[in-house]
């Protein structure tokens, strides 16, 4: 007999499902990592008393089962902090009119993260993904810490008090994008870009025309093929600036290096750019919104390859699931990691509050073929739009990253904080 038959589900190891026969007592840690996997992730069940890989219930009798029940309690208490969220229930079944069991541990997302498990006195975090448990990277256990406060970078308050004089590259940005008209200063108030006593908020200070730090580095690179493994690197430039300088140095980087052709059509001769400019400007732009300014040590990337641009920005997929590759940017849902940049970017008319900088990106390529689609992927470190050569005849040449299963829904879903 099989898990499936018990619970009527076909069910296969994944993100938020894990079989094992019994727990071992020589490796705890084995299973262990995977309830504080559970806990760091999405949640999910482990099933004690089923073959791995097949499936096939084993199970227990009534004493076993509640022994197993009652070890697995105390380990969890003594290496699992904080206590995961979890139920635990005896899922019965007969075998020749005998009565036997399996352990049903279901285990919740934990409101409180990094959830840590202490094996030989040696903390760790791990997190599920895919069918694995791994220790999280950096980016991930930095963004259980952000998402368990629920508080954005951008929108704490510095010690750091507002200056009008200071803003003049955010102003020279708004008069660009609004006719020659002056910043209104009641708005970036109203926005919380300062609070009442004066002071800046974190993300108002990456826009003053003196900010030197790091949190806003960019590095532009030109590759002689189509990998970074495998090819020359052309160019290695490096910016650290305001936002408005940031967003200006990467639009010239590209439009200094990019191709350009012609074709001839019946009356006229049509150019062509490489990268179409409002797609290139909304994929900058994505970049600067999206990007986690809580990881330090990290930097926007702009490669340019021979069929493709990629602009990486640090910080997975904000407040949805990793996506693997998906050509269909019109079905992603915008949600904001960093709301008071991006309200000063809405303000400056260089995003629309509706959220359809992607939908742009696609008017933009509506007449390639289908080997010059745009697409985005997302990592566990980083979210990335690429934008395909339209000079470049053949096309993105490496297509192998994965294929999206599916994307974020509007309004979220259980898992969205």
Same mark, same amino acid.
């Given at each position: ?20 026969? !019994? ?37 227990? @009798? ?13 380990? %969890?208490?003594?290496? %699992? ?10 899922? +019965? ?8 069991? %399996? ?7 934990? !409101? ?15 997190? !599920?993904?895919?069918? $694995? ?25 510095? @010690? ?8 003049? *590259? ?22 919380? $870009? ?31 093929? $189509? ?19 940031? #967003? ?49 040590? *990290? ?14 920005? +640090? ?40 959220? *359809? ?26 979210? *990335?739009? #690429? ?9 993105? #040449? ?20």
């Amino acid at each position: 007999m099989c898990l499936e038959e018990l619970v009527n589900v076909i069910l296969l190891e994944d993100m938020e499902v894990e079989c094992k026969s !019994r727990l071992n007592r020589e490796d705890t840690l084995g299973w262990l990592k995977t309830i504080a996997g559970f806990s760091n992730a999405q949640g999910g069940c482990l099933y004690i008393g089923v073959e791995d890989k097949t499936n096939k219930l084993i199970g227990f @009798d009534r004493i076993e089962a509640d022994n197993e029940r009652n070890y697995f309690n105390n380990i %969890i208490n003594e290496h %699992i902090v904080p206590r995961p969220n979890l139920s635990i229930s005896f899922l +019965p079944y007969k075998v020749r009119e005998k009565e036997r069991f %399996i352990i049903q541990i279901h285990v919740k997302e934990s !409101r409180i993260k990094p959830v840590l498990c202490k094996y030989k006195g040696v903390p760790s975090i791990f997190i !599920r993904r895919d069918g $694995f448990t791994n220790g999280a990277s950096y980016e991930e256990i930095i963004d259980m810490s952000v998402k368990s406060k629920n508080t954005q970078y951008d929108i704490q308050f510095s @010690d750091q008090l507002y200056d009008p004089a200071n803003f003049t *590259t955010l102003q020279a940005f708004y008069a660009q994008n609004n006719q020659g008209k002056e910043l209104p200063e009641k708005a970036l108030r109203s926005m919380g $870009f300062f609070n009442e006593e004066g002071y800046l908020a974190n993300g108002a200070l990456l826009f003053s025309d003196t900010y030197d730090g790091k949190k806003t580095s960019v590095q532009c690179s030109v590759f002689s093929g $189509f990998s970074k493994g495998s090819n020359r690197i052309v160019t290695v430039n490096r910016f650290e600036g305001n936002l408005m300088d940031s #967003v200006h140095y990467m639009l010239e980087f590209v439009e200094q290096r990019m191709n350009h052709t012609m074709i001839k059509e019946e009356n006229h001769r049509k150019n062509i750019d490489a990268f179409p400019s409002r797609a290139l400007f909304e994929a900058v732009i994505n970049a600067i919104a999206h990007r986690n300014y809580y990881l330090d040590g *990290t930097q926007i990337q702009v490669d340019l390859f021979r069929d493709r641009l990629e602009i990486s920005s +640090p910080g997975s997929f904000y407040q949805g699931e990793q996506l693997a590759k998906t050509y269909d940017l019109s079905s992603i849902i915008s949600k904001r990691r960093n709301e008071l940049i991006a309200s000063v970017l809405v303000l400056c008319n260089a995003m629309e509050a509706a959220g *359809t900088g992607f939908d742009k990106i696609m008017l933009e390529y509506r007449d390639a073929n289908r080997k010059h689609r745009p697409y985005i992927f997302s990592s566990s470190d980083d979210f *990335t739009i #690429v934008l395909p050569d339209l000079t470049y005849s053949e096309g993105i #040449v490496d297509d192998a990253t994965p294929r999206l299963s599916f994307v974020p829904v509007e309004n979220g879903t259980r898992y969205d904080p």
